[in-house]
């Protein structure tokens, strides 16, 4: 039968180019999640500036299998501890923070620059290129390509923004600039502590093994020097996550991101080729009818589509090869440039993925194939016969199984979205409920497209005449195959609508939530990093200004302490992450929008806390009582909790002194200062009196709140919907055009006849004009229950209304382009097919 296969697809290669189509995609884009997933599982990020140094000792970023957000730094003398193990030749701290060359006086633009101590210079040049190196406060070195661009040499002058003020200093000397790295601006070891705000603190330290010692067994060395202190010991590509350490949350993003993309890639090809291969199986019913007549066993016309579809996914999966490595590239490349992933992370792509990728592809396609062929093997030969005219079965007890347990499970999880998850987290349970609605609605679609039919006939045809008359006929005896061209669109329109609007609830909800927090008159922001924690209190004392105060966003921890029996037994704490802003206890009362419900937002001073009561409620704490907090630089610290207030369902935010969360920042800056007038205050007045507290300092941007939070766009969740819409979609069009372009070759010989019994190209045209019509509105019907299915849920966890928050633009889009795409698929190849004649077109078929 294998034999007979290639004959079938050596006489059969128009219609086979569509199942090669979609196995192409999807093995291109199962190797590019597979290249993902082995970046994201390797999480090579090869050293830039610290490249010389074999070893490389930093502090511990990891959590409870998460990574912390702030840096973890390490004492200053761990350096001499260092330097003190055997086989170590030179031990060089390491420093880096925020600069900004300013442009001008104003400082109205400013270059960014990262800070480092002289020491680190060290690994790079031997010393400085031209110059001197930097002594004292008032001195820096430029690498060369940051002083080429400033266009300043050795003895000149430069204003710079920094620690939250701005300076000007002398350039001192130049340095051969790091292949690859930020543009880097020296200060002497100490000066450069004390503006990274940690004087008694480096980040790294840069270790190289004196000869003939081994990097490895050095760090093993050092890592037992060290003793308890929360440092880890970096060799080979791994040295780059003491420079990036933001790069270590690329990790586990990746492979997540990865592994869904690569499963649902999985599911719709085989539900793309398999729906379809159906249509090409239906289309020869007629010739496997015959042969299972001359004696043919199932088992054989199984094997032979089988082997028909096996050649091709072959030849698909080794065309993908070579691009789906690059496409894995492009994907990092969008990824980083959207703020998902660091773009220090390197690109790996060995054989290993491409070989898993191409089995799981492989794999599908056989799956497709042999659940395509089912019917067509089982049939008896006379029935099969009947069947190759028109279909009329469609409607088997496995296919109602499914469709009642896709029901039941998006039934499901629409209950346990709106009434059991809270907030944006809710996503996690309305996207797969999108899928179960949407799998459900397509094992019924031939049910349903005979419905729609029947409501949509009178309309069509008297706005339609003959032509509508003539394609609901048609509509209504090939109910089956018009379902096959409805269940994409419905993809299609369904599934872009409910992930994209997942999103902008998602993100209105955010902003919602952000607003009702806050009272604050204006916000005032830096473009250089942030400011000094100082000025808050130098604009609270502002004729005019009722408070100010700091407002940090971060991340922390409340600790669970385990028993000594789940101890015993290996059980994970149940820490709870937490959303924290630092505020000014001073400023909180008058810049908070929030009411305390019990203590007092001015008591947020020292090691203190303050909890939404949905929090304090579910851990039995109140004011008065005790948390253990870790910080976003992994310290811990017993709080006292001194207020609670009630939160936005889903958005609950905590607060923490902002002192308390700039000692454990890794700037050590204030991103943002919230201000208040004082009754009788004109926003302008307000805004003229922050202007004078803050003269002089560049970069200061003066908002209102709304303004403030538009600034944050969620980047990372909308790159992951969007990417998800994408693919979900680019499959649907594929199976859109497969089974219009295929349906349209099929009917050559209908044509044809209508042809010659006198209708015109255009009457035909009009016929498939009318059919397409049909066909992209009960898509576009279905579609829309899918997406009111998944957001209606989602809306009530996010405590709003049940519509979903976005541009209506974005649904009229979806579906102006399903709609679109559905004429332009059924008439191109219909009107192809009438350019023959209508006798030779009878003839050969």
């Not at 291109?28 to 830039?48: D, H, K, N, W, Y």
Request: charged fraction near 15%; include cysteine.
């Amino acid at each position: 039968m294998f034999g007979l296969a290639l004959q079938s697809l050596k006489f059969r290669k128009g219609r086979f180019l569509a199942s090669f189509v979609a196995l192409f995609f999807g093995a291109l884009i199962l190797m590019a999640c597979g290249a993902l997933m082995e970046t994201g599982i390797r999480s090579a990020v090869p050293p830039q500036r610290l490249d010389a140094a074999s070893v490389v000792v930093t502090g511990d970023q990891g959590f409870d299998h998460d990574v912390l957000p702030e840096r973890v730094r390490l004492d200053v003398s761990d350096v001499e501890t260092v330097r003190g193990v055997e086989g170590v030749g030179r031990a060089l701290p390491d420093v880096t923070f925020p600069v900004g060359a300013l442009r001008d006086a104003e400082g109205s633009g400013s270059d960014a620059l990262q800070g480092h101590g002289w020491s680190s210079a060290a690994l790079a040049t031997a010393g400085p290129a031209s110059g001197k190196a930097p002594a004292g406060a008032e001195q820096v070195a430029l690498d060369r390509r940051a002083a080429q661009r400033l266009g300043v040499q050795p003895g000149d002058r430069l204003r710079l923004a920094v620690a939250g003020g701005s300076r000007e200093v002398t350039v001192s000397g130049t340095t051969e600039p790091v292949d690859g790295a930020a543009s880097a601006v020296y200060f002497a070891d100490d000066e450069a502590r004390r503006l990274m705000g940690r004087p008694d603190q480096v980040d790294s330290i840069a270790v190289v093994p004196a000869p003939g010692t081994s990097p490895g067994e050095l760090a093993e060395r050092i890592g037992k020097a060290l003793g308890d202190s929360p440092a880890v010991t970096l060799t080979g590509d791994a040295r780059g996550k003491a420079e990036f350490p933001q790069a270590l949350a690329a990790s586990t993003r990746l492979i997540s991101l990865s592994a869904v993309f690569g499963g649902i890639a999985v599911m719709v090809a085989v539900f793309v080729v398999g729906s379809t291969l159906a249509l090409l199986v239906q289309q020869r019913l007629r010739e496997m009818a015959l042969l299972r007549a001359v004696g043919t066993l199932p088992g054989q016309l199984r094997r032979m589509i089988v082997g028909e579809t096996l050649v091709i996914a072959v030849i698909a999966v080794a065309l993908a090869l070579f691009p789906g490595r690059y496409a894995g590239g492009w994907m990092l490349d969008r990824l980083a440039g959207g703020g998902v992933v660091a773009p220090q992370i390197d690109f790996r792509a060995g054989w290993v993925p491409m070989i898993v990728a191409a089995g799981t592809s492989l794999g599908s396609a056989v799956a497709a194939a042999f659940i395509a062929s089912r019917r067509a093997a089982k049939a008896r030969p006379a029935d099969a016969l009947a069947e190759s005219g028109l279909q009329r079965r469609w409607l088997s007890g496995s296919r109602l199984l499914f469709a009642v347990l896709c029901f039941a499970g998006g039934t499901g999880l629409a209950l346990v979205t709106a009434l059991v998850m809270e907030g944006t987290v809710a996503a996690s349970t309305a996207g797969p409920a999108a899928l179960l609605w949407a799998g459900g609605f397509a094992l019924i679609s031939p049910g349903l497209t005979r419905v729609f039919t029947a409501i949509l006939r009178w309309p069509l045809q008297a706005f339609t005449g003959f032509a509508g008359s003539l394609a609901m006929n048609n509509a209504r005896v090939r109910r089956i195959r018009v379902a096959g061209a409805v269940t994409p669109v419905m993809l299609a329109t369904g599934l872009a609508t409910a992930l994209i609007y997942l999103q902008t609830s998602q993100a209105e909800a955010s902003e919602e939530a952000a607003r009702e927090l806050v009272a604050a008159d204006a916000v005032v922001t830096s473009s250089t990093g942030g400011f000094a924690p100082d000025l808050v209190d130098t604009i609270a004392r502002q004729p005019g200004v009722g408070g100010a105060s700091a407002y940090l966003p971060g991340t922390a921890y409340i600790l669970e302490p385990l028993s000594a029996e789940d101890r015993a037994e290996g059980e994970d704490p149940d820490n709870t992450e937490l959303a924290v802003q630092g505020i000014t206890a001073e400023g909180a009362d008058r810049t908070l929008a929030a009411p305390a419900a019990e203590g007092s937002f001015a008591k947020l001073r020292g090691n203190s806390i303050a909890l939404p009561t949905s929090l304090t409620g579910e851990k039995g704490k109140g004011v008065g009582d005790t948390v253990t907090v870790l910080l976003g630089d992994g310290t811990q610290v017993k709080a006292e909790i001194v207020a609670s207030y009630e939160a936005r369902k889903g958005f609950g935010t905590a607060f923490l002194p902002a002192e308390l969360m700039l000692a454990h920042s890794t700037t050590g800056l204030v991103p943002e200062i919230l201000v208040s007038g004082e009754k009788g205050t004109s926003a302008e007045q307000l805004a003229a009196q922050v202007r004078k507290a803050t003269e002089g300092l560049a970069g200061v941007r003066i908002v209102n709140r709304a303004s403030a939070d538009a600034a944050d766009d969620g980047a990372t969740s909308a790159w992951i919907n969007y990417m998800l819409a994408g693919t979900i979609v680019g499959y649907a069009v594929i199976s859109l055009i497969n089974t219009l372009v295929i349906s349209a070759s099929e009917r050559r010989r209908e044509f044809a006849l209508q042809r010659l019994v006198g209708a015109t190209n255009g009457q035909v045209m009009r016929m498939m004009a009318i059919e397409s019509v049909l066909v992209a509105v009960v898509g576009i019907v279905l579609g829309s229950a899918v997406a009111v299915a998944t957001l209606a849920p989602f809306g009530i966890a996010l405590g709003g209304s049940w519509m979903p928050q976005g541009p209506v633009w974005i649904y009229f889009a979806v579906v102006g382009f399903a709609g679109f795409l559905t004429l332009t698929a059924s008439l191109l190849p219909t009107s192809l097919v009438l350019r023959g004649r209508p006798a030779e077109a009878v003839a050969v078929t």
